[in-house]
């Protein structure tokens, strides 16, 4: 939810790999107004955010996989 883990990873130099699946909304709590709200839904869908270029710009090895077929092999 925020790149302040990123930060600290990148400067304390921890190998770790961070999968990142996204769906350009926060479903628990989106689920969580369906319940309790009637559907009515606030701040819960955005945008797609470029994970991907976020992490790159932080000097992180990163990719954007779209089919998960593409990653055979890694």
Known sequence: MAVGELETTVRYKVPLLIIVFANASYGWIKASQRASY??????VGF??????????EYGVKSWKV???EALRGY
């Open 66 to 68: 779209e089919d998960p």
């Open 47 to 56: 945008s797609r955010t470029g994970h991907a270029r976020i992490a790159a």
């Open 38 to 43: 009637g559907q009515r839904y606030f701040s």
